[in-house]
């Protein structure tokens, strides 16, 4: 399985970006795909998740302003609004099969104050 992140990009407090994950390879034996997020000097942290079926869990801080959809097995999206400037990182998908995890290669976000 390969993950080809994109979308990321300097954008003013209060706006908006998405981020889309494709992924290529042996994409159904993915069950669920997620979003992390690494700012500098900080952990890499889990941003949101969505299962195969459609269930999705959030991080406190972004709930109500990001939304993680998937529309087939291939594309994964990352819909961040009301951008803070504490949302700065760089953002990974993530894809989880029964045996293993995948990252993709990463996509910077800067939310300018």
């Known amino acids: 399985v390969q993950l080809q992140a994109s979308g990321g990009g300097l954008v003013q407090a209060g706006g908006s970006l998405r981020l889309s994950c494709a992924a290529s390879?042996?994409?159904?034996?993915?069950?669920?795909m997620g979003w992390y997020r690494q700012a500098p000097g900080k952990q890499r942290e889990l941003v949101a998740e969505?299962?195969?079926?459609?269930?999705t869990i959030y991080a406190d801080s972004v709930k109500g302003r990001f939304t993680i959809s998937r529309d087939n097995a291939k594309n994964t999206y990352l819909q961040m609004n009301s951008l803070k400037s504490e949302d700065t990182a760089v953002y990974y998908c993530?894809?989880?099969?029964?045996?293993?995890?995948?990252w993709g290669q990463g996509t910077l976000v800067t939310v300018s104050s």
């Open positions: 993530n894809g989880r099969t029964l045996a293993k995890t995948y």
């Open positions: 969505i299962t195969w079926g459609g269930s």
């Open positions: 390879g042996n994409i159904y034996s993915i069950n669920n």
